[in-house]
Every structure is written in structure tokens, then in C-alpha cells.
């Protein structure tokens, strides 16, 4: 599966930016798509999942400002990132992440996009 993301750039403080991401095919009816970051610096860490099934994982850092979303129907391998409240400390590269559960587990990483918030 590759990963295609999109969405990043340069905002200021306080301003929004909405990642998308899509796979290059199909992927797996059990599955969990997410986005992780990596400030520089700073090892990759996790910024939100969401499984198949719409169960969400987020990290504290971003509860209440980002929202994990994913399509439906023919969109259904498409996962968003709604980012509200931009602060520079969210300032990073940011990896699209699929996971597929169809026996043992796949994981596949997209080659991320850059969100650069400025103070």
C-alpha cells in the first residue's frame, strides 16, 4: 500500500490546516489509519488513530484542538486530520500510518508532510 498525503504547510498560530491522506488501494475491512508526527529534534510520536470501526485514539497533547476523521463509501481509505488551535510545538512532519489486520499485521507509512506553525 503507498500512502499519499497532503495538507501541509505554513500557518500562523492559532490557524487551522486539515491533512488527508489516501492509499493506494484497498486496504483491509480490519484496519487502523492514523497520523504521527515527528518535531525536529524529537522521536516520532502519535497524534491520532482511527480504526475501522471509528474507534479514535488521540494523544493529550492534541485532545480538543485535532479530530481524526476518515471517508465513506468509495472514500473509505481516505483519513483526515482536522487541525484547529495550530500552536508552534505542533510545528513537525507529519506520517500518514495504515495498519492491516488479516492474519498477522501490515504496516505501512506514508513519506509525511510538513506542518510548520509560526509564533
Known amino acids: 500500500v503507498q500512502l499519499q498525503a497532503c495538507g501541509g504547510g505554513l500557518v500562523q498560530t492559532g490557524g487551522s490546516l486539515r491533512l488527508s491522506c489516501t492509499a493506494s488501494?484497498?486496504?483491509?475491512?480490519?484496519?487502523?489509519m492514523g497520523w504521527y508526527r515527528r518535531a525536529p529534534g524529537k522521536q516520532r510520536e502519535l497524534v491520532a488513530t482511527?480504526?475501522?470501526?471509528?474507534?479514535?485514539?488521540?494523544a493529550e497533547s492534541v485532545k480538543g484542538r485535532f479530530t481524526i476523521s476518515r471517508g465513506y463509501g468509495k472514500s473509505k481509505d481516505t483519513v483526515y486530520l482536522q487541525m484547529n488551535t495550530l500552536k508552534p510545538e505542533d510545528t513537525a512532519v507529519y506520517y500518514c500510518?495504515?495498519?492491516?489486520?488479516?492474519?498477522?499485521?501490515?504496516?505501512?507509512w506514508g513519506k509525511g508532510t510538513l506542518v510548520t506553525v509560526s509564533s
Open positions: 500510518n495504515v495498519v492491516e489486520y488479516t492474519g498477522w499485521r501490515r504496516e505501512y
Open positions: 482511527i480504526t475501522n470501526d471509528g474507534i479514535t485514539n488521540d
Open positions: 488501494r484497498g486496504i483491509a475491512s480490519r484496519n487502523r
